[in-house]
């Protein structure tokens, strides 16, 4: 059985579209992993694939921070 793994989104804001398009080629192998993003980030790959992301702080608020306390 392989490991399951937190996985951490982030793009800068002309990215976004290209990280989407990466998450939904990659969909059924993430959906057996631990998603998180910052704000904007994971609002669009949940809404844009079935694929639920833990959402902290949009990064000029603080998501970045928080992303990088939890590593």
Not at 16 to 42: F, P, Q
Not at 49 to 71: H, R, W, Y
């Amino acid at each position: 059985m392989k490991k399951k793994k937190t996985i951490a989104l982030v793009a800068h804001d002309h990215k976004k579209k290209e990280l989407i398009e990466w998450v939904k080629s990659y969909e059924n192998k993430l959906k057996n992993h631990n998603l998180i993003g910052t704000g904007t980030t994971a609002t669009l790959i949940t809404n844009n694939t079935s694929l639920t992301v833990e959402k902290l702080a949009s990064g000029p608020l603080g998501g970045d921070q928080q992303l990088g306390a939890l590593i």
